[in-house]
């Protein structure tokens, strides 16, 4: 009998854990689905700030911005930004992305300031010796998204002296199958030249043309910033869909094998039972 209770309770148990799991793959395929319908738009807006920044460029040869080019070497003063999940459930998402940092941060023997994306990047980090851990954002969401790339945008361009190069560190989803890490050097910028053949109209500018280019570059990198992070969020959601989607087959499995347990362990006792009856009737 009380191995019956105990059957009863496991599967109760993997019932619950499999309704959770189950509830966190309709979640995460339900964000991946909505977040995918804002990738094309969100590409398409970086794509015309690059090519508007890089025709105001043509129009003013001379102008150099300190912030996207710097003048020092990239060693001298490096920013590294590491954007892991908020959550964890989604398999190997973190744990290849570390990896792969922490190979980086190896060959390239440098010990660089860090912002960190996400809780989980924050908790690997500060358990690590990789450079200054200057500042963490431990609420990664999509509705946080806008606000965290203008924070960075901020921290990037007040610095003083700036920085000598940026680079971000990110998960990205060439399908929905699969995530792979990604380094994407974000400062010294390499801006496309303006060279397509094609005649564009010469902007009448009000303001001068080093703030109207300043302005530009800021949205430039900003851009880049908001894609980096969208990328990262969307590998994540679409990887815990798959780690979630797993989960909850292995318990279908579960399930179905402890069920045919429970039978026979049950059959059994009630056949037990029954010889017994028969016996004692018998006598």
Known sequence: MSRLMHMRQRIKAVQTIKKITHAMRLISMSTHSR???????????????V????????????????????????????LVILVGSQKGLCGAFNTNLFQFFNLEMLNKKIKPAIITVGKRASQYIQKKDFGSHIAMFDTFALHTLLTIADSLLQEITHANPHYSSVTIY???????????????????????????????????????????LGYLADQYLLSHLQHALFQSLLAEHSARFVSMDSSTRNAETMLEELQIDYNKLRQAKITRELTELSAFFIE
Do not use: W
């Open 35 to 49: 977040m995918k319908h804002q990738e094309e738009p969100i590409k398409r807006y970086q794509e015309k700030i």
């Open 170 to 212: 990110i998960n990205t989803a060439p399908s929905f199958f699969m995530q792979r890490p990604k380094a994407e050097q974000m400062i010294p910028a390499m801006i496309p030249k303006d060279n397509d053949g094609k005649k564009h109209p010469e902007y009448d500018l009000e303001q001068p043309a080093q703030q109207v």
């Open 51 to 78: 090519e508007l920044f890089a025709h105001a460029r043509a129009m003013r040869p001379n102008y150099h911005n300190p912030i996207l080019q710097p003048s020092d070497p990239p060693n001298k003063k490096p």
